[in-house]
């Protein structure tokens, strides 16, 4: 059995008038593909003026790549300390700030980021790999040897969750609560439990960790809450809000962005059989199929910064306080990067896209995303013929990520092969 295509997802196009697409609803996700609405940004309005819609204010869109790196870059005007992406931008700013990595900037950036680096030090991940590697294997090997399931609950929501709370030491019999907080946490799968929902799983996680950094100061062991929990900056050690929230970015951000570019992956296949042929025939490898699986899948679609002074682009004046978001999405589509950007091809080169964003806050998790994206490629390549999307497909409800939530598939194995394989 090849790859069978699959139909594309059942979502409208873009409405005539751009400014009715409320990029901070969620549901403008669910119900468009936006692909129209880019294009026409990059090449008529680089620098566009999204409306006040309801209690939000009005902010700045970014959409061409040279824009967004452009604004990556430049940590000293544009500022992630008022939060980095639309929910805390256009709400209060982001309590964490000055405390997580993410939404902090500066020389205490520096600091906590070098933490956070030595934490996921090539020893460290080192050790990692070949636990990614099996638990991909067995998963994966446990979905076809069942013939039919749902890729994305069956196999993808368990590695990237597993990866991670094994680096934090968060113990087996755990996880599944961690990934059903993480779920809510960032996004839901039903429309309407958003916020409240949302709130009280972040609350629930950070407490969670609070627990765990009693527990690793009283007895460290090699984890990486014990490194945060042991570290010290000019001679202070982090503050407990800083450990926990720092462990808490590590869990959002390193769960949800690396399951939903798997599932991303085993769909884009299905929709593009040519591109399964090559790649389960050899003729591409691994690495530059998992770039091109970031690209396509952009997981994170936006972030955004806040001008702590005023600034010109494009010939407009940003003003001091205004909200700048930047659309990796967009970025990772623009034509005058990437030829031929709107089809999945595996053996793109060169191929620099943005789906880890840029500069000084480029993603830390890059090298272990790209590790289970890749795992995840080559099991696919050793132990199916092919495979078939037998649907319906499920998306998730969110402004920040977009991806696939449900993905019912039949998988047909390589005959005799994949016991052996398989250990
Ligand atoms: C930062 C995307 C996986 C942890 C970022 C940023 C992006 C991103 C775009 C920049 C945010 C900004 O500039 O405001 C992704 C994608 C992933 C992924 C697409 C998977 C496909 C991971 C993993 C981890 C992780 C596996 C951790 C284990 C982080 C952290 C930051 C970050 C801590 C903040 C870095 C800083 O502010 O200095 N990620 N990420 N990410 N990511 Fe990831």
Redesign the pocket.
Known sequence: MEVKPVEDLPIRATPDDLASVNLADPQTFADYDLTDFWRTLRANQPLYRHPAVGNNPGFWVLSRYADIVDL?RDNATFT?ERG?VLITLLGDGDSAAGKM??V?DGQR?KEL?NV?LKA?SPRVLSRIGEHVRRTTRTLLAEAIDRGEGDFALDVASKI?MAT?CD?LGVPGQDREYMLSLTKSAISSDDQGEYSEAADAARNEILQYFVGMVEERRAAPRDDVVSVLAGSTIDGEFLSEDEIVL?CY??IL??DA??R??MIDAVHSFGANPDQWASFKRGDVSVKPATEEV?RW????MH?GRTAVRDVEIHGTRIKKGEVVTVW?VSGNRDESVFADPDRFLIDRSPNKH????H????????Y??RL??SEMLLALRDFTAGFEIVGPVQRIYSNLLTGISSLPVRFEPVSAELEELVL
Do not use: D, K, M, Q
Request: net charge neutral.
């Open positions: 990556y992630s980095n990595v993410p902090t950036h980021r956070l996921f990237p991670i680096l720092n970015s590590l951000g390193g962005t690396s939903l570019a970031l899948a952009s997981p994170t972030f990796n943005i789906a880890f964003g500069g000084p806050h480029f993603c830390i998790g890059a272990l995303a289970e994206i």
